[in-house]
């Protein structure tokens, strides 16, 4: 059996049983797919298959499924990844453009790659290690009411109502303000901790205590957005994916609950050529994750975006959607 004909073979059982969830036979594949041999010679192709482990017969059946192992061998023979439609690219822009702060796009980010893709779509928030201030605004509420906003570079805004215990004039906050943004624009934020006492000690003896609570506001918002977060949408295409999932869904559910067990598995999947990354059933660390395959990739400062979903999924197509709302996502949060 020729290594081209196997693959293509392989890859002819991989999208039967994508498409139909069903176990495939020799038949179907000759009758299905034009691969210029007999049916016998077929099946003697799908017994190599068999030994080598990249296919195997579920239960009784006659028919043959992919393993982790051919699905693997048929991802990584995907010579490219096939561009999406007009219309997906169309879907993705239109969705995605927009003035909007982090969170309303990273928000539709995921509800759109979970409906182009049919799967559990995921986004890591941006990297804030290596965010930097872009902006900060102090805006009175009331005599001794300031609302405190801090924008990174990365898109993210953090806001908190503060307290200050005195009456603070619009014209003294405005000054405060421009003291503030003054020292610490283009700083890490990250660094803010370091940074602020110094900028509070050059504040007017009269307004360093405002300054000072002000300060603290800005330190907790930079706390806050160091934390490593996700977003996800469309858990319920995996109740859909059941019988896909013979086992138990269960443990695929409490891995997505588990917020630092997706956090761990995205930062953990490496960089490949085509751009995308795919880890198949046991290739994933986590034994909840048996039955499921990941493909994810990064965007912007290095932040990972992707789908989670079970191992029988159409790859090309959903390889080809991670990878197109990746560079749409980098490119608006870099606008």
Do not use: W
Request: net charge negative; hydrophobic share 40%.
């Amino acid at each position: 059996m020729s290594e081209p004909r196997k693959l293509e073979v392989l890859r002819a059982i991989v999208e039967d049983y994508v498409h139909s969830r069903e176990p495939v036979g020799s038949k179907a594949l000759v009758e299905r797919h034009h691969l210029g041999v007999s049916s016998a010679t077929i099946r003697n192709d799908m017994a190599v298959l068999e030994e080598e482990g990249l296919i195997a017969a579920p239960h009784t059946s006659a028919g043959r499924i992919p393993t982790d192992k051919g699905y693997r061998l048929f991802v990584d023979r995907i010579s490219q990844v096939k561009p999406l439609s007009a219309a997906e690219r169309r879907a993705i822009h239109s969705l995605l453009e927009g003035p909007d702060d982090v969170d309303d796009i990273l928000e539709r980010t995921v509800r759109l790659l979970s409906q182009l893709t049919n799967q559990v779509a995921v986004v890591q928030y941006p990297h804030s290690r290596r965010a930097v201030v872009r902006h900060v605004e102090f805006v009175l509420l009331a005599p001794q009411q300031v609302l405190v906003v801090l924008i990174a570079d990365t898109g993210s805004v953090g806001q908190k109502v503060i307290d200050v215990g005195f009456d603070v004039g619009n014209e003294a906050l405005m000054m405060l303000r421009s003291r503030f943004l003054g020292s610490i624009s283009g700083t890490q934020v990250d660094l803010l901790p370091q940074v602020l006492p110094s900028v509070v000690a050059l504040c007017p003896p009269e307004l360093r205590g405002v300054a000072q609570t002000l300060a603290h506001g800005l330190q907790v918002l930079s706390g806050s957005s160091r934390e490593e977060r996700i977003l996800m949408a469309g858990t319920a295409n995996l109740a859909r994916s059941n019988v896909d999932f013979p086992l138990s869904i269960g443990p695929v559910l409490e891995a997505l609950e588990e917020q630092v067990v997706m956090l761990r598995l995205l930062s953990d999947m490496g960089d490949d050529p085509r751009g995308v990354t795919v880890s198949i059933g046991r290739e994933n660390p986590y034994d909840g994750l048996a039955e499921a395959s990941v493909v994810a990739t990064g965007y912007g400062s290095g932040a990972k975006v992707g789908i989670l979903g079970p191992t029988r999924m159409d790859y090309p197509t959903t390889m080809a959607a991670v990878r197109a709302v990746a560079r749409y996502l980098s490119r608006i949060l870099g606008d």
